[in-house]
């Protein structure tokens, strides 16, 4: 490995701490719950769901779980 990608390798690891870095603006993910899967995405600020109680709520123990997860590294809440 050369000497550059060592810098590099350790750069990524820094980065990966701070997270204050990171803003995911779109994704998907696929959560395995206790019953069920369920599809999970995000998009600029607006949550989707596929289960039951996101229909009638906006939001769920899923998309609450990933807020957590990812604290710190989605754009603020819109109130
Ligand atoms: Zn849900």
Redesign the pocket.
Same mark, same amino acid.
């Given at each position: 490995m050369d000497y550059g990608m060592i810098g590099k390798i350790e750069k990524a690891k820094r980065y990966a701490q701070e997270h204050e870095r990171f803003r995911f603006q779109t994704f998907s993910v696929k /959560?395995h719950?206790d019953n069920n899967d =369920?599809n999970?995405s995000y998009d600029d600020g607006k949550w989707t %769901?596929? %289960?039951e109680? /996101?229909d009638h709520h906006e939001v %769920? +123990? =899923? +998309?609450m779980a990933l807020e957590q997860l990812l604290s710190g590294m989605l754009p603020p809440r819109e109130e």
């Amino acid at each position: 490995m050369d000497y550059g990608m060592i810098g590099k390798i350790e750069k990524a690891k820094r980065y990966a701490q701070e997270h204050e870095r990171f803003r995911f603006q779109t994704f998907s993910v696929k /959560f395995h719950g206790d019953n069920n899967d =369920h599809n999970v995405s995000y998009d600029d600020g607006k949550w989707t %769901c596929d %289960c039951e109680y /996101f229909d009638h709520h906006e939001v %769920c +123990s =899923h +998309s609450m779980a990933l807020e957590q997860l990812l604290s710190g590294m989605l754009p603020p809440r819109e109130e």
